[in-house]
């Protein structure tokens, strides 16, 4: 049985300090209100929070660049208007280099997909019976209880009419199996098709106003931009509301949270680049359409970890389906493998152990995001959670230490007890077991 020494504990409060008083009371809930009233606020003006944190997550890069053109005596101000303007004409020059190429197979793209869905229509038609077939009456079948309400036609007057009995469970089962038998891919294509009208609802719906998509862009170089020249000023005027005795920490946990989120925009940035290139020339390889285009999608959606590598997926082995199953087969293999050594390889040695995200966590954290914020909530996810588990990760770091340190005291004093000299026990205990003479 462990025992605790008792110096370790905090004192014990005095009698008249036990218990709440009225001044505690009043604290409590003017606590309560201000953080009430906080939630209320950040939940009405989610969007601009979140472009804050974006433009936070930027300026992070950018302030790395700044430190380093601030040796050469390049001033703190300019070097950022350099490092951010130079990224923005590389990200324009290439999409002008690229441009004629991505709008020609982006346009073969949009032409052949009906193409591809008529040919992933044929090929369930003609996989009716067998497991396949199975599969896709499955999928096809609508849930139970689902139905549809129909609007009845006028009946003229003096038309004789027959009330038909109500068909029966079986029958009504019989129904959609012969309807589905008779055309399984119809319902199969009309589940794609508003599953996929329903995700660019869904996903896209906040490009619908590109004035304020265009105002939301320049807020966010600009706040980078500024972000980046002078983090120290916006970092001091976040201490300013932590008291004196606490500063010390929160500047760790501060630091800690920049050189993560730092890391992690930066292994995403390499990480697009790489799979847009090696997907680009898998597809060639393959002889995929529209190759450009397909990797332009898969490295786009790699800054959206765990989601974005399956969305990009999907019209690369729609495209796919034009020429044959088989290589759409060979395009699904293809993409899992790149993301797999993404995953096993890439990823590991581009963050070394940095940041360490748990993929139940991220999945749980990206889902409960999409539910509540739409897909900005989905892209700020993965790097809010990094946030999040900084100070998580140090707390329990610093109560780990607390505790070996009271283990090892208590083990010192039974030591003293028992006539023990303690530091040459512990000093054993430290160096290992010594090896046996043969």
């Not at 098709?193 to 906040?206: K, V």
């Not at 619908?208 to 862009?217: E, G, K």
């Not at 003293?416 to 054993?428: G, K």
Request: net charge neutral; charged share 15%.
């Amino acid at each position: 049985m462990t025992i605790i020494d008792q110096d370790l504990l905090p004192e014990p409060l005095s009698p008249e300090r036990r218990g709440w008083r009225t001044a505690d009371l009043a604290r409590a809930a003017i606590v309560a209100l201000a953080v009430w009233f906080g939630l209320q606020l950040v939940w009405s003006v989610s969007s601009l929070v979140f472009l804050v944190f974006l433009a936070t997550l930027f300026g992070l890069a950018v302030g790395s660049g700044v430190d380093y053109l601030e040796r050469f005596k390049i001033r703190r101000g300019i070097a950022s208007a350099l490092i951010v303007l130079g990224a923005l004409g590389t990200i324009g020059g290439v999409l002008a280099w690229t441009a004629p190429t991505l709008i020609e197979q982006g346009k073969q793209l949009q032409s052949d997909f009906p193409e591809a869905i008529h040919k992933l229509q044929t090929w369930i038609d003609s996989k009716r019976t067998g497991l396949v077939g199975t599969l896709i009456k499955s999928a096809a079948t609508p849930p139970a209880g689902a139905g549809g309400s129909a609007v009845a036609a006028p009946v003229p007057a003096g038309t004789p009419v027959t009330i038909a009995r109500k068909p029966t469970a079986a029958q009504a089962m019989r129904q959609v199996a012969d309807s589905i038998a008779a055309s399984p891919s119809e319902a199969i294509k009309k589940r794609i098709t508003d599953g996929l009208g329903g995700a660019t609802r869904y996903l896209f719906s906040f490009v619908s106003n590109t004035l304020a998509a265009v105002a939301a862009f320049v807020l966010l170089v600009f706040l980078a931009m500024y972000i980046g020249a002078e983090p120290e000023v916006y970092r001091g005027w976040l201490l300013s509301v932590v008291p004196a005795t606490s500063r010390a920490q929160v500047r760790l946990v501060l630091a800690e949270i920049a050189t993560v989120l730092r890391k992690w925009l930066v292994t995403q940035m390499i990480a697009m680049v790489v799979i847009g290139v090696v997907s680009m020339i898998v597809l060639l390889i393959l002889g995929v359409k529209a190759p450009f285009a397909l990797a332009f999608i898969a490295g786009l959606f790699e800054f959206i970890p765990t989601v974005g590598p399956v969305l990009s997926a999907v019209p690369a082995v729609l495209m796919a389906f034009v020429d044959s199953p088989e290589k759409a087969l060979a395009v699904l293999i293809a993409y899992w493998g790149i993301q797999f050594l993404e995953n096993n390889l890439l990823i590991p040695y581009l963050m070394r152990g940095e940041m360490d995200l748990p993929p139940a966590i991220t999945l749980v954290a990206q889902s409960l995001m999409t539910l509540v914020f739409g897909f900005v909530g989905l892209m700020v996810a993965v790097p809010l959670t990094a946030a999040v588990l900084v100070p998580l990760r140090m707390m329990a770091e610093r109560e780990n230490a607390r505790e070996k340190a009271m283990v090892r005291q208590s083990k010192l004093k039974d030591m003293a007890r028992a006539e023990v000299d303690p530091d040459l026990v512990m000093d054993q205990a430290d160096s290992g077991p010594t090896p046996s003479a043969s």
